[in-house]
DNA sequence: TATACATATGAACAGTTGAACATATGTTGG
DNA sequence: CCAACATATGTTCAACTGTTCATATGTATA
């Protein structure tokens, strides 16, 4: 459909020559439809943040429930520090929001995607 | 000031009393909820190999083709050895199926759950 | 079987990350 | 305002991870 220049080759060559065209026209078109960089760089960082074994614990806690800092150190035997830590992390990737309660802050997962992530992920997990 | 007993205690102290107590059931209950550490650890595992900008291209390549590893270097701008040894992760964690046809060896995504993951992932950044 | 090609593997090194500890900030009731 | 409690943040350090380079293994063909 382009410039050419290759007609002088031989059957077989030129059979090769086709099949490799072919096969470049193929990764070409991936390197159109994939996304930008920076979209895929994105999606990375967000599956990071699901791969540590204390945030995915601290997020499963609260797959039901809100709860404060507090609550999630002692039920998952970890230190205060430790937790509000991750939970920056979590607030941040917008996988938990968090709202005020006296001198409490009650954390809950963000949205529905979050719940689908982990169910789709333990259902890998589980086979 | 701890082991006084709370028997002497006001009537909005005991009313407090019972409100932790609730709290407590609660965490218990969540507690016993909670998946076994070891399911939670494969979990975060899982998703720790989908949090490599890499990795993550090598698979969205993959999203509707089937590669070989020269494809993929190729299309990503890697080299061989990188795009091998993130082959390997892939392959470990079943992620990635392979078949060999001469010399090369074609790579695609192993199962629907892993083009749910990224879909449902893809969702969450993109808005 | 010798050679080139395709992929895999091993080792080392730089960059990243989570936990622990100390300390700071914020909130409520007295 | 102070004391007690709840949460957040800064720093340090050991452990882990991805890349590179060198090399090995596997496969087809002249």
Known sequence: MEEDGRRAESVKSAAEGELSDARENIIRNIQEQQPDDEIL?????????????TRIKILYSMFENELCVNDI??????????????????????????????????????????????SMGMEHVEE
């Open 73 to 118: 150190a002692r039920l998952l035997n970890l230190s205060q520090s430790s937790v509000s830590h991750q939970l920056r992390i979590l607030k941040t990737s917008k996988l938990v929001k968090f709202r005020r309660e006296g001198k409490s802050i009650f954390y809950s997962l963000d949205d529905e995607h979050v719940r689908a992530i982990i």
């Open 41 to 53: 760089y994105d999606l990375a960082e967000l599956f990071k943040v699901f791969g540590d074994s």
